[in-house]
């Protein structure tokens, strides 16, 4: 596989959700982090959704505190860069062969829409069986949740991972709102999930060409891993 210097990012479509009537969508720093890291690296990134088009912003990762965390606020205030998520790519409209890592991005959003999209799970296949890297944090692993290899066999069996514990479900106010607990179903499927020794500390989970982190604050620590792969000293 010929290095292409660029990677697929995934973001969610969905903006509320389903048994409570807070809104939700992509927590823009887990974009903004790794974008940053990555392009600095010399990678150029193409976003893509399950439905395509316009992308919901989590509200809450839009707070002053929030966004002034490791200059998230300086790519909300850029036209040029918030217009990319005015019309995304369709997940099922993406060529595997134009990239060399896909990265799944959380916002509570990705809980419904990313598990639920067959398009989806057969692309993450596809990048994982193809020798690409498939990435993802917070809640972005809910991604792999019903991603199946040609063996059979789940994406996360016997693999070492990570995402967003409920302990911080709880912490954010959300363990009543969300429609499972993303660590129960990983463990579930056979993963060996870990987490940082507190809540909301940074942990990145390393197995192979698998990369996850557990939360917002380890998006930067994903895209680390993930340009460290692709660019080995």
Request: proline share 5%; aromatic share 8%.
């Amino acid at each position: 596989m010929s290095a292409k210097n660029k990677i697929l990012v995934i973001v969610t479509n969905t903006e509320e959700y389903e048994k409570v009537g807070m809104r939700t969508g992509l927590w823009l720093g887990e974009l903004t982090h790794f974008w940053d890291h990555a392009e600095q690296a010399g990678f150029s990134m193409d976003i893509a959704s399950p439905s395509g088009g316009m992308i919901p912003i989590d509200p809450e990762s839009l707070a002053h505190d929030v966004l002034a965390d490791l200059g998230t606020e300086r790519r909300y205030r850029d036209r040029e860069f918030m217009n990319l998520l005015d019309d995304t790519k369709r997940v099922s409209d993406v060529d595997l062969e134009d990239y060399d890592a896909i990265y799944l991005t959380g916002g509570h959003g990705v809980m419904f829409d990313f598990p639920r999209s067959d398009p989806l799970e057969s692309l993450i296949a596809r990048f994982y069986e193809s020798g690409r890297v498939v990435s993802a944090v917070c809640h972005g692993p809910c991604g792999l949740l019903n991603v199946t290899l040609s063996s059979g066999e789940p994406l996360v069996k016997d693999k070492d991972v990570t995402g967003f514990s409920w302990p911080e479900e709880e912490a954010a106010r959300r363990a009543e709102a969300v429609p499972y607990s993303l660590q129960d179903e990983l463990r579930k499927l056979g993963a060996r999930y870990s987490t940082a020794r507190k809540p909301f500390e940074t942990h990145v989970v390393e197995d192979g060409r698998l990369i996850t982190g557990q939360n917002p604050g380890s998006a930067r620590g994903v895209a680390e891993a993930v340009v460290k792969q692709l660019q080995p000293a």
